[in-house]
């Protein structure tokens, strides 16, 4: 694991950045597929909808290029428009639901996580790295609600979460070291780490401990502990945490009473995978 960041190089002006630039020449790398998926993805907190011109903006598309995506997903029942601006379709949640469906781990998971619940009496969740965030795959909440609202297939910063922690953890150091040169790190709370030399401390720290605790740095009151779920080959796929408030569970009750039964639970799913 890096202990020192690569300089950061100026960012190119917007309007030059192609994403695709190293895939130009490569005969099986569909670019137009590509640009429509990130159409898609420029939706992202976008739930006011969205117009041509911004979606233009957030992909550095032209917007006649733009017009023609969103008029195609519109065409296939994936978006609407109302007067100009674009929303997406329920429909749009097959693509999403054709990963869920396909893969095991968010099913292997879900009796698992609820077992877990059921034995710490707080909420327990599973996610996987996506980017610079994660994403929930599976969830079981208790019947105690924080305000924090969350399902399957919500994202939050990596940086800055338990499962986050663990999952960057264990990336390979090239991979840990361009994710720290990019991410721009956010005060959620008075509590945040925001330091990149700070985070690097920590995940140094959750790669020896072999699981993460973070204590209201994405929001007051907010507790969670996280451990890796691993393949047979030693391989991080996902990061299985439980959450609670602060008045239910200090962090000496995290790492004496819940830590155990993650990681029992969680060496039960890693075998199943």
């Given at each position: 694991?890096?202990?020192?960041?690569?300089p950061?190089?100026a960012?190119?002006?917007a309007?030059?950045?192609d994403?695709?630039?190293?895939m130009e020449?490569?005969?099986?790398?569909?670019?137009s597929?590509?640009r429509?998926?990130?159409?898609?993805?420029?939706?992202?907190?976008e739930?006011?909808g969205?117009?041509?011109?911004?979606?233009a903006?957030?992909?550095?598309?032209?917007r006649?290029?733009?017009?023609?995506?969103?008029?195609?997903?519109?065409m296939?029942?994936?978006a609407e428009?109302?007067?100009?601006v674009?929303?997406?379709?329920?429909?749009?949640l097959?693509?999403?639901?054709?990963?869920?469906?396909?893969?095991t781990?968010?099913?292997?998971a879900?009796?698992?996580l609820?077992?877990?619940?059921?034995?710490?009496?707080e909420?327990?969740?599973?996610?996987?790295l996506?980017?610079?965030?994660i994403?929930?795959?599976?969830?079981?909440?208790?019947?105690r609600?924080?305000s924090?609202?969350?399902?399957?297939?919500?994202?939050?910063?990596a940086?800055?979460?338990?499962?986050?922690?663990?999952?960057?953890?264990d990336?390979?150091p090239?991979?840990?070291?361009?994710?720290?040169?990019?991410?721009?790190?956010?005060?959620?709370?008075s509590?945040t780490?925001t330091t990149?030399?700070?985070?690097?401390?920590?995940?140094?720290?959750?790669?020896?401990?072999?699981?993460?605790?973070?204590?209201?740095e994405?929001?007051?009151g907010?507790?969670?502990?996280?451990v890796?779920?691993?393949?047979?080959?030693g391989?991080?796929?996902?990061?299985?945490?439980?959450?609670a408030h602060v008045s239910?569970v200090?962090?000496?009750?995290m790492?004496?009473r819940?830590?155990p039964?993650?990681r029992?639970h969680?060496e039960?799913?890693?075998?199943?995978?």
């Amino acid at each position: 694991m890096p202990t020192t960041l690569e300089p950061k190089r100026a960012p190119k002006p917007a309007q030059t950045i192609d994403p695709f630039s190293e895939m130009e020449g490569n005969r099986n790398f569909v670019i137009s597929f590509a640009r429509g998926l990130e159409v898609i993805q420029s939706f992202y907190n976008e739930s006011q909808g969205i117009t041509a011109a911004r979606v233009a903006k957030k992909t550095n598309l032209s917007r006649a290029a733009v017009r023609r995506f969103l008029i195609t997903l519109e065409m296939l029942g994936y978006a609407e428009n109302n007067a100009g601006v674009y929303h997406l379709r329920p429909s749009v949640l097959r693509i999403g639901c054709s990963y869920l469906t396909s893969t095991t781990l968010p099913s292997l998971a879900q009796p698992i996580l609820e077992q877990v619940s059921g034995l710490i009496r707080e909420s327990t969740s599973l996610s996987a790295l996506d980017e610079d965030n994660i994403i929930y795959l599976a969830r079981h909440t208790s019947s105690r609600v924080l305000s924090v609202g969350l399902s399957v297939g919500s994202r939050l910063p990596a940086y800055c979460t338990s499962m986050g922690r663990v999952l960057l953890a264990d990336l390979p150091p090239k991979q840990l070291t361009q994710y720290l040169n990019r991410v721009k790190m956010k005060k959620w709370t008075s509590k945040t780490v925001t330091t990149k030399t700070g985070l690097i401390h920590i995940l140094n720290q959750v790669a020896t401990d072999r699981y993460a605790i973070v204590d209201g740095e994405l929001e007051p009151g907010l507790r969670s502990i996280a451990v890796p779920i691993r393949t047979p080959q030693g391989r991080t796929v996902a990061a299985m945490n439980a959450g609670a408030h602060v008045s239910s569970v200090t962090v000496e009750d995290m790492t004496t009473r819940i830590l155990p039964v993650l990681r029992q639970h969680a060496e039960i799913l890693s075998r199943l995978l």
